[in-house]
């Protein structure tokens, strides 16, 4: 997780993700699934960033993250959302939605097939009748190279962050290794964070939704490179 650099998450990710071309994309996608869809569950809502925009879109957010300092600037951002430190395999709000969202392949953290299901059986719990919900995958067994490398930077309020990323695959699990370099006003420092991601196939993924009461597909297109899981109870 972004335990080190988890403030400096939204500096970093503005170089690399488009929100303002997603956010839209997902919105269009809600009310074409569910035109009555209002309330919306973020699972893995890191910063917030996504449930922002989407109460922009006219929708009411509430999210879900294991890093309390995620939840933290998530509240800060949006201070209309309810926002929870959770394990997305087992959460229990006590309330439902009618849409829950998994993004930017959150989902890769649970690691194992066991803690999938776990995971989708919390959403389900927390899917209200009609609901929908999108689920984008981390990447699956086979595509990614282990010792690829990878470099990003970015600057901002007086911050400048440099990341050097090397991917390790080991079996069914991706390994990240990030280490970073950052530059503000109190100096120069270095932060190393391990990553640890499950690789799961499509078919694993969908066997998993049908074992928690869920029927799904699998749309490859979805919001990037990664494919979207959409599913109804």
């Known amino acids: 997780m972004f335990t080190a650099t988890a403030e400096y ?3 970093l990710y503005a170089t690399i993700k488009d929100y303002a071309r997603e956010v839209p994309a997902i919105a269009a996608m809600l009310r074409r699934l569910n035109p009555g869809v209002r309330t919306v569950l973020d699972v893995g809502c890191g910063t917030g960033e996504h449930a922002r925009r ?3 879109e006219g929708f009411v957010v ?6 309390p ?10 201070p209309a959302g309810l926002f929870t430190v959770a394990d997305m395999s087992d959460f229990h709000l006590g309330r439902t939605y009618d849409a829950v ?21 919390c959403f389900h719990e927390h899917l209200g009748a009609g609901g929908v919900i999108l689920l984008e995958p981390w990447f699956p067994p086979g595509f990614m190279t282990d010792g690829f ?3 990003n930077e970015a600057q901002g309020d007086g911050v400048r962050i440099t990341r050097s990323a090397r991917t390790e695959i080991g079996g069914r699990i991706s390994r990240l290794h990030f280490d970073y370099e950052i530059s503000d006003a109190r100096g120069v420092r270095h932060a190393s964070e391990v990553h640890e991601l499950g690789l799961f196939t499509v078919a694993e993924q969908l066997a998993a939704f049908e074992r928690a009461g869920l029927q799904a597909r699998f749309e490859p297109a979805g919001f990037g490179d990664r494919g979207l899981f959409v599913a109804t109870a």
């Open 9 to 11: 998450y939204d500096l």
């Open 54 to 56: 989407l109460a922009a």
């Open 62 to 67: 509430d999210g879900v993250d294991l890093d």
């Open 69 to 78: 300092v995620f939840i933290r600037i998530a509240a800060d951002k949006h």
């Open 101 to 121: 969202l998994c993004l930017f392949s959150s989902i890769g953290y649970v690691r194992t097939l066991e803690r999938l299901e776990a995971t989708l059986r």
């Open 149 to 151: 490398t990878a470099r």
